[in-house]
């Protein structure tokens, strides 16, 4: 049996090596067309993420031609893919390859430009209005959702990372990942992520809404969706749970009942929007599963189940592609990043 053990591990050594050399060699040989196609808008996102959301919504109400989506799974660490760090060096989505082969990230602004570039239809400008002082609202109302963002993703986001029975737990390595600048020197400072400040937040949000009158479909644009797809992320992981972030009064455990000029904003998008009802979908289901999922406790085969994950999903990606993306001699290298008009969002 001694003289055995060492050939085991030379042989579990070896196969390891192997399927790392397999999963990089996948990595260096598979370029997708869209990256290099031109003509087509291609969308990269994530059904969990609300800018992700904000974009992939936007582009069916724009009635894009031929759009592509294409799934970019931050709990496998696929963000950071040697080919995709050339569309988004900063490895976030969503991100686009525009019909001219430029890159361009940021959701606000993909969303003004794919909004303001296809929608032909006039009954539906009241997404995105023509008018410049209505444009400029619009424009006002998205970028306050910005250090709401923040917030979301470090009081909720990071905490399903956490969370045992969810992917991110186990693939120990992307934790850090998620983890990006803007959390690690938020604008705001460190106190701008807080609980109570997430709170004010959403506080603000409610106060701005019960200032107009949302009826109907004709009522919305682009910044109410913006800001839901953000409070989404808050009220939806937690519906029915003790919320330890922001608790609920004792006689309910829906925080959409304690906002209710949100709540109303949420049934509107719901009733009338088929377009949100259709993305958001998977979103919903992934809540679900998390608030089945929580208050489960650590054994030693959910560590083992971790580390394996972290070792065959996060490190090829995070070791190999990056130096793939350094040394690999062609692909998409030559386009431009962010080649529309992006400073007249600004």
């Known amino acids: 049996m001694e003289q055995e053990r060492p050939l085991i591990v030379g042989a579990a050594t070896t196969a390891a090596a192997c399927y790392l050399l397999l999963k990089a060699w996948k990595s260096l040989a598979t370029v997708p067309v869209c990256v290099e196609r031109k003509g087509r808008l291609t969308v990269f996102q994530w059904f969990f993420s ?37 569309v988004n060096p900063k490895h976030q989505i ?116 019960g200032k107009r009158s949302i009826e109907s479909v004709a009522d919305l644009n682009l910044g109410d969706l913006t800001t839901l797809q953000e409070v989404c992320m808050v009220f939806e992981c937690f519906e029915g749970t003790t919320n330890e972030i922001i ?40 809540c679900e599963r998390y608030r089945k999922v929580r208050g489960l406790k650590e054994t030693p085969l959910t560590i083992a189940r971790g580390v394996l994950t972290t070792i065959t999903s996060f490190l090829p990606y995070a070791v190999w592609n990056v130096v793939l993306s350094k040394v690999y001699p062609f692909g998409p290298l030559s386009h431009k990043r962010q080649g529309v008009d992006a400073k007249k969002y600004n």
């Not at 799934?71 to 080919?83: C, F």
């Open 50 to 86: 609300p800018p992700s959301r904000l974009v992939h919504v936007t582009t069916l109400l724009s009635r894009v031609k031929d759009a592509e989506f294409h799934e970019i799974d931050l709990s496998k660490g696929e963000q950071l893919q040697w080919w995709f760090l050339r």
């Open 94 to 209: 969503p991100a686009c390859v525009l019909e001219g082969g430029e890159f361009m990230a940021e959701s606000r602004d993909l969303a003004r430009h794919i909004f303001d570039k296809y929608n032909r239809d006039p009954s539906m400008d009241h997404w995105y209005p023509k008018d410049p002082v209505q444009r400029k609202m619009v424009d006002e109302w998205m970028d306050w959702s910005k250090p709401l963002h923040l917030c979301v993703e470090s009081q909720v986001a990071l905490r399903m990372a956490t969370t045992l029975g969810m992917p991110w737990r186990e693939n120990f390595g992307i934790v850090t990942v998620l983890v990006g600048s803007g959390l690690v020197d938020p604008p705001g400072g460190k106190d701008s992520l807080l609980p109570s400040r997430l709170k004010e937040h959403l506080d603000e949000a409610d106060k701005i809404l």
């Open 247 to 286: 608790p609920a009064s004792s006689t309910t455990s829906s925080l959409w009942k304690e906002y209710p000029h949100l709540a109303n904003l949420y049934e509107v998008f719901r009733r009338d929007v088929p377009e949100f009802t259709r993305v958001h979908a998977p979103f919903l289901a992934f």
